[in-house]
T-cell receptor, first 114, second 115 residues
Framework: EAGVTQSPTHLIKTRGQQATLRCSPI?????VYWYQQALGLGLQFLLW???????NRGNFPPRFSGRQFPNYSSELNVNALELEDSALYLC?????????????FGPGTRLTVL | AQTVTQSQPEMSVQEAETVTLSCTYD???????LFWYKQPPSRQMILVIR??????QNATENRFSVNFQKAAKSFSLKISDSQLGDAAMYFC????????????FGDGTTLTVKP
């Protein structure tokens, strides 16, 4: 069974540009979660999509947004990039069953903002 | 708000020996789930073990086991017979029923395994 996939692996942008990151969940999973992992730190919750709807978001500004497509894949968009947006962005998926489900992670996209 | 604290930024262990990684958390919820994830240099987060708060029995997965102390809000991970492949960053994570969908992570512990 294929795991969570993310593209691209690496992304280099300059300040003020927009970045688009993509995630494909495990087959059968309807929920996609996005996390930001700054260098050497833990993961910070960004967004949760389930059945095409945004269900929850973390403490991030509105320039972090995304969407979930009918096939449950997801995009994360970061507008007006700032230097501090440089981080590893991890996507996870699950078949949402409340707090009991396990989130399975992809390999991440390393975003570098110059 | 829930918080997760890992007080050991770095730990090391000799191959074949046992090491324990610490994790404490703070919550007002009574029903929740706790997880340990492993992140090797390849960056892929891998689930190591999970524990349901309503279960008194500590979870075990092969060489990995937890010591879950609900009253103390402590959730440590014990790795027995450490192997070189265990070297990675380990994250403790919390999921509750409020703030749905969100997992709260600690800052991680980097584990080095010495041959």
């Amino acid at each position: 069974e294929a795991g969570v996939t993310q593209s691209p692996t690496h992304l280099i942008k300059t300040r003020g540009q927009q970045a688009t990151l993509r995630c494909s969940p495990i087959s059968g999973h309807t929920s996609v979660y996005w996390y930001q992992q700054a260098l050497g730190l833990g993961l910070q919750f960004l967004l949760w999509y389930d059945e095409g709807e945004e269900r929850n978001r973390g403490n991030f500004p509105p320039r972090f947004s995304g969407r979930q497509f009918p096939n449950y894949s997801s995009e994360l968009n970061v507008n007006a990039l700032e230097l501090e947006d440089s981080a590893l962005y991890l996507c996870a998926s699950s078949f949402y069953a409340g707090a009991t489900d396990t989130q399975y992670f992809g390999p991440g996209t390393r975003l570098t903002v110059l | 708000a829930q918080t997760v604290t890992q007080s050991q930024p770095e730990m090391s262990v000799q191959e074949a020996e046992t090491v324990t990684l610490s994790c404490t958390y703070d919550t007002s919820e009574s029903d929740y789930y706790l997880f340990w994830y492993k992140q090797p240099p390849s960056r892929q987060m891998i689930l190591v073990i999970r524990q349901e708060a309503y279960k008194q029995q500590n979870a075990t997965e092969n060489r990995f086991s937890v010591n879950f102390q609900k009253a103390a809000k402590s959730f440590s991970l014990k790795i027995s017979d450490s192997q070189l492949g265990d070297a990675a960053m380990y994250f403790c994570a919390y999921r509750g029923n409020t703030n749905a969908g969100k997992s709260t992570f600690g800052d991680g512990t980097t584990l080095t395994v010495k041959p």
